[in-house]
């Protein structure tokens, strides 16, 4: 898997393969090739609420509050 940039080619878009890819891959000028495209997201946005907790969120953050307060 690689990831690239997209660029502006004439009316179109179009995505360039790393030369040491290519390279690799043996890949010609005029090969016909099947690329699966998908948008590269935020991984912030991917991790957001994938994790569970026991406890509502609002109450773990009083007790590390509390443990930091140094007047507690």
Known sequence: MIVCKTKRWGNS?????????????????????VVEIWKKENPLRELFGALKF??????TLKEIRKKES???
Do not use: F, V
């Not at 179009?14 to 016909?32: F, H, S, V, W, Y």
């Not at 026991?54 to 109450?59: G, R, S």
């Open 70 to 72: 140094k007047y507690a």
């Open 13 to 33: 878009i179009g995505i360039r393969i790393p030369k040491k890819t290519a390279d690799e891959l043996g890949l010609k000028e005029e090969q016909d090739l």
């Open 54 to 59: 026991n406890e509502p969120t609002e109450k």
